[in-house]
């Protein structure tokens, strides 16, 4: 009788309706709720089977009896073994190695009522239990949940910028995660919730804090801290990583300098390693940003990028430790093009890397711009392996108030052929070590998360995390595939739902860039805070922190010429590579401006004018924000009431932000161009001055 009870709670729980907070991210194992596709799973529900003591697969195990009693609605036993019984699924680590699983891939194969989850590792167990739940989420067909999958990069790693004062740099969903005043004596139970939902889609790496680093972290005094998030992690196959300031040495050690070749300086970090690697035997390493942007570096004594890594490096090795080393420097030079900054400075470091370092290169030259051509340096170090950096914050595509999904952003720069070996050679290739083969591979992504409840400030921001970590995962896989999954495990299974949501976010990142950067600008929004338009900036503390450094406008066009006869950046690609960009008349319209300072009346492949088809990517582009409005609004009563009505809310803001933009973009424009607005567009009724004053307003503090 008292199972009887249980049961029925369990069965009640689950159909009770509701409001829903976007807490529980993509991890919602309510119950399925059509009968039919819910029959299918069933049969599987009837106890789970695992014999390893081994915290990851405990993990595993009791994350696979959650979900399926969610989904499912009824109560699932674990048990030491498979038994007799019909029905069950198995966790079983393989005996003898299966070379083709890797260290952290698995296989799931199905027998009549029976599934099993075989993996070398507890950590490749773990990811095929949750591969198997997305599949019961997404309502797979049972035919089609057999499947052996194995990552295709290493280290799928979040990069927090999150500081001790619980203040995240380019943060936009409330504060810091982690509380380092509490720590390490009280754990907050939202890092358990975070390490399951990065688990869930592969990530397995993460950096605490800012690259702009505190000496702090690196002190006993927060290593314990640490430790402390790093216990919550391990069942959860996920290591811990740090960025470290450079200058530790003298900040921390009293030491005259950090000159990394100074016998003293290169014992503290040997010292420093040994200590963090005693306190957290199983730490990954450091993160590190050096001679970029004011923060220390090895520059500052005259050594290299290659000296000052190979010293952290050297300190590391021992531990199996490894050093990522970022490649986001240049100099100010109101000359140069800082396009050509990091290329510059490691192209030719490139073979003179310890074997535990690997650089870290933004997927494109400037700084994670809406839309930007690879990296020249990807391709260009056969001998070093490179690391890709995304960001999923949103710092140059709208904050927490637009929605940007950006799988196809990242999927644009991931399929980019570099041809450093012949047609082909795309980014993944280079990242993932297999076209350079490559000992270390690393993608990386800039955390969006923080203290909002829904933890990304814009529930539709969720999907930029999650898909980075599948696209981390498996490059292969489509934006839209990926989107598809979000949206039933997230928002909804209505079919003409998910059609019209999947739609909206598929062009959701070409809507903002036609209302922000059209043609190829790039790097025109406000100063410091990175809000809202700007492109008048004219005097900053850097030239290139200027907008007027970028687009180039004056009375003859619009553009930077990065060809021969300009900076000739474009000379750093393979030639295959260069002659897709270098004539104006050929060059893709979304990189126009990015190669060529184009005429006002030029005419484009559209057959406008470039003034008449900037004014119309402007114009168009805030209109589809409208559209979207009203296309979200018709999905009310498909989702929960609490999340339509928040990101309705949101895309209202989006709408007016775009109307900003272009508005500002237009009327500044125009003083150049000299041309009328074409129609059938209708110009803007307020004036250029009032929208600079309302930048100014941004401004202030």
């Not at 003298?250 to 040997?270: F, M, T």
């Not at 041809?419 to 990242?431: H, L, N, Q, R, W």
């Not at 004219?538 to 290139?544: G, K």
Request: glycine share 8%; hydrophobic share 40%; aromatic share 12%.
């Amino acid at each position: 009788m008292r199972h009887k009870i249980c049961l029925f709670l369990l069965l009640l729980s689950s159909m009770v309706a509701k409001a829903d907070d976007g807490y529980r991210l993509w991890l919602k194992y309510d119950l399925i709720k059509n009968a039919s596709v819910r029959a299918q799973y069933l049969p599987f529900g009837q106890y789970i089977a695992y014999s390893s003591t081994d915290p990851v697969v405990q993990t595993a195990a009791r994350e696979l009896q959650t979900g399926l009693q969610g989904l499912l609605g009824k109560s699932i036993r674990l048990q030491g073994t498979a038994s007799a019984v019909p029905g069950g699924i198995s966790l079983e680590l393989t005996t003898t190695p299966q070379p083709n699983l890797g260290s952290e891939g698995y296989t799931i194969t199905t027998q009549n009522t029976r599934v099993k989850i075989l993996a070398n590792t507890p950590s490749g167990l773990l990811y095929g239990t949750f591969a198997l739940l997305r599949k019961i989420q997404t309502a797979t067909p049972v035919s089609k949940i057999p499947e052996t999958s194995v990552p295709r990069v290493q280290l799928r790693m979040l990069n927090h910028w999150d500081n001790t004062n619980g203040s995240i740099e380019r943060g936009y969903a409330g504060a810091s995660l982690w509380k380092w005043y509490e720590l390490p004596e009280t754990i907050d139970p939202r890092y358990r919730d975070y390490a399951r939902a990065n688990a869930s889609i592969g990530i397995n790496a993460v950096v605490l804090n800012n690259v702009n680093a505190s000496a702090r972290f690196i002190s006993r005094e927060y290593l314990l801290k640490v430790k402390a998030i790093a216990d919550v992690f391990k069942p959860y196959g996920i290591k811990v990583y740090l960025s470290v300031n450079f200058a530790a040495p003298r900040i921390l050690g009293k030491l005259k300098n950090s000159d990394p070749l100074e016998p003293a300086v290169r014992q503290w970090w040997v010292d420093k390693a040994s200590e963090i690697y005693g306190i957290m035997p199983d730490f990954g390493g450091f993160l590190v940003k050096a001679n970029s942007e004011g923060e220390p570096g090895p520059q500052d004594f005259g050594r290299t990028h290659a000296d000052g890594a190979n010293m952290l490096a050297e300190a590391l090795a021992p531990f199996k430790g490894i050093v990522i080393w970022r490649a986001f420097v240049y100099k100010a030079d109101p000359k140069g093009d800082r396009f050509k900054a990091a290329y510059e400075e490691f192209k030719n470091l490139d073979g003179t890397f310890l074997p535990n370092v690997v650089v870290q290169v933004k997927n494109g030259p400037i700084d994670f711009q809406p839309r930007e051509p690879f990296s020249p340096l990807f391709g260009a170090m056969p001998k070093t392996p490179l690391a890709m950096e995304f960001q999923i914050t949103q710092e140059y595509l709208g904050f927490s108030t637009n929605l940007v999904y950006l799988a196809p952003l990242f999927k644009e720069c991931l399929d980019s052929d570099t041809y450093a070996k012949g047609a082909g050679s795309t980014v993944a290739k280079v990242i993932d070590g297999s076209l350079h083969q490559y000992p270390i591979s690393v993608m990386a992504g800039v955390a969006n998360t923080g203290s909002d409840r829904n933890w990304c400030g814009h529930l539709m921001s969720q999907s930029n995390w999650y898909a980075f970590g599948r696209l981390a995962w498996d490059h292969q896989l489509s934006s839209s595939a990926i989107a598809d999954e979000w949206i039933k495990m997230t928002l909804t299974q209505d079919a003409s739902a998910v059609k019209t949501i999947l739609a909206m976010m598929e062009r959701s990142r070409e809507v903002y860039v036609d209302f922000t950067t059209p043609l190829g600008l790039h790097h025109i929004m406000g100063q410091g805070i990175h809000f809202g338009p700007e492109p008048w900036l004219e005097r900053s503390a850097r030239p290139d922190w200027t907008s007027i450094y970028y687009h180039r406008a004056d009375s003859i066009g619009l553009g930077f010429d990065r060809g021969v006869n300009g900076s000739n950046a474009l000379s750093l690609y393979h030639p295959e590579a260069i002659k897709q960009w270098s004539q104006v008349d050929a060059c893709p319209l979304p990189y126009l401006l990015w190669f060529h300072h184009v005429p006002w009346g030029k005419k484009l492949s559209t057959g406008r004018s470039l003034w008449d088809e900037l004014c119309t990517r402007y114009y168009t582009g805030s209109t589809a924000v409208s559209t979207m409005q009203q296309e979200w609004a018709g999905l009310k009563g498909k989702m929960d009431a609490e999340i339509h009505a928040d990101v309705l809310g949101r895309l209202g803001a989006q709408q007016r932000e775009a109307l900003w933009w272009r508005d500002a973009c237009v009327l500044y424009f125009q003083q150049y161009s000299k041309m009328s607005i074409p129609a059938p567009f209708t110009p803007p009724s307020r004036s250029l001055e009032e929208i600079k004053e309302l930048v100014r307003m941004y401004q202030f503090r």
